[in-house]
């Protein structure tokens, strides 16, 4: 009896040494899921914070913009109003080298030739190599530029020094300053800030669209930019 009572008690020890251990991994492993499920959740609560925006906390400059609106002509400027803006569309010239001046007087151009609906084309914005915006359509009008987005968004055509269609760096700081201003000035978000390739599979603009992370970077940099341009309390 002696005997196996020492068994028995050994034959416990080893239960309960294995049940405490058993234990321990659960509360662990219990601990670190714990911690995990909150973790991702911060996660996620925090890419809600950097995409949501109260625009009337947000004040962004105008940028400096050169007044050369197109002519009227059923070719590049019809006059048909924009009555709602629901996003900006980003484009390339597609014509390295070219600086904004150029392809804005080939927009005008555009006004001598016959009404041909397969070549009509605009932006309402064209941003050059050196960072000059000139404007060649009101924000009020429609621009020939993004196909079935005409009807509801501002186009920004960009100038590029060479084949790949890598914008400048002074280029890509305007692009940011303008978009960021025209998302405070009618609302809208950061993710509403479209390629051309987003609507119609166009390669357009090139380099956003070979390169898909410069795009994100692109995007969190109108992001990063609104947030500096929270209004100061007075
Ligand atoms: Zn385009």
Redesign the pocket.
């Known amino acids: 009896m002696k005997k196996l009572t020492k068994v028995s008690k050994k034959k416990m020890n080893y239960y309960i040494t294995v049940i405490g251990a058993a234990s321990l991994v659960s509360l662990l492993v219990i601990f670190l899921l714990v911690w995990l499920v909150n973790y991702l959740g911060q996660g996620e609560q925090d890419a809600v914070d950097t995409m949501s925006y109260n625009y009337s906390d947000i004040e962004v400059k105008r940028p400096a913009i050169q007044e050369k609106l197109l002519t009227k002509n059923v070719n590049s400027r019809p006059g048909t109003a924009l009555n709602q803006v629901k996003g900006i569309?980003v484009?390339?010239t597609?014509n390295p080298g070219t600086d904004a001046e150029a392809n804005r007087n080939y927009f005008e151009s555009r006004k001598d030739c016959a009404d041909e609906s397969s070549n009509k084309v605009s932006s309402h914005f064209i941003i050059g190599l050196d960072g000059t915006i000139i404007q060649c359509i009101p924000e009020n009008e429609i621009a020939y530029?993004?196909n079935k987005r005409n009807a509801d968004t501002i186009s920004i055509?960009c100038c590029h020094p060479g084949k790949s269609g890598k914008f400048t760096k002074a280029t890509y700081q305007a692009l940011i300053h303008l978009s960021a201003y025209l998302c405070s000035k009618y609302e809208i978000a950061t993710d509403n800030v479209i390629r051309?390739y987003d609507v119609t599979g166009?390669i357009?603009?090139k380099y956003f669209v070979k390169n898909p992370d410069t795009w994100t970077t692109f995007q969190s940099d109108i992001f990063k930019f609104l947030k500096k341009s929270v209004k100061k309390e007075t």
């Open positions: 569309v484009h390339y597609a530029a993004s055509e051309h166009k357009c603009p």
